[in-house]
């Protein structure tokens, strides 16, 4: 069966920075592009970064683009979301989703979330 298992959220102040980490088991990463999403409470979910199965291509969504740098090392089968410069607007539980390519809209496995509060 095909896991995801974000860590790496919680209360940090405007300005701050965290880094999300997705961490795959029962398969192997290195085929896979994998996605951020973020849905903050009464808004629809958000697609925020996605990286190619490579490492060699990344994409941002305009809100979170020179703030967020998605990385991957396949040896740890871990992708991660470095987020600094966080504003309360990026409040959300954020979420990583496998896929064969970025915007394939495909997707084979999905991760439970991570809360990230940005709040003085």
């Known amino acids: 069966q095909l896991q995801l298992v974000e860590s790496g959220g919680g209360l940090v102040q405007p300005g701050g920075s965290l880094r999300l980490s997705c961490a795959a088991s029962?398969?192997?990463?290195?085929?896979?592009?994998i996605g951020w999403f973020r849905q903050a409470p009464g808004k629809e979910r958000e697609w925020v970064s996605c990286i190619s199965s490579s490492g060699g291509s990344t994409n941002y969504a305009g809100s979170v683009k020179g703030r967020f740098t998605i990385s991957r090392d396949n040896a740890k089968n871990t992708v991660y979301l470095q987020m600094n410069s966080l504003k309360p607007e990026d409040t959300a539980v954020y979420y990583c989703?496998?896929?064969?390519?970025?915007?394939?809209?495909?997707?084979?496995?999905w991760g439970q979330g991570t809360q990230v509060t940005v709040s003085s």
């Open positions: 029962g398969f192997s990463l290195d085929y896979y592009a």
């Open positions: 989703a496998a896929e064969s390519s970025c915007g394939s809209m495909w997707y084979d496995a």
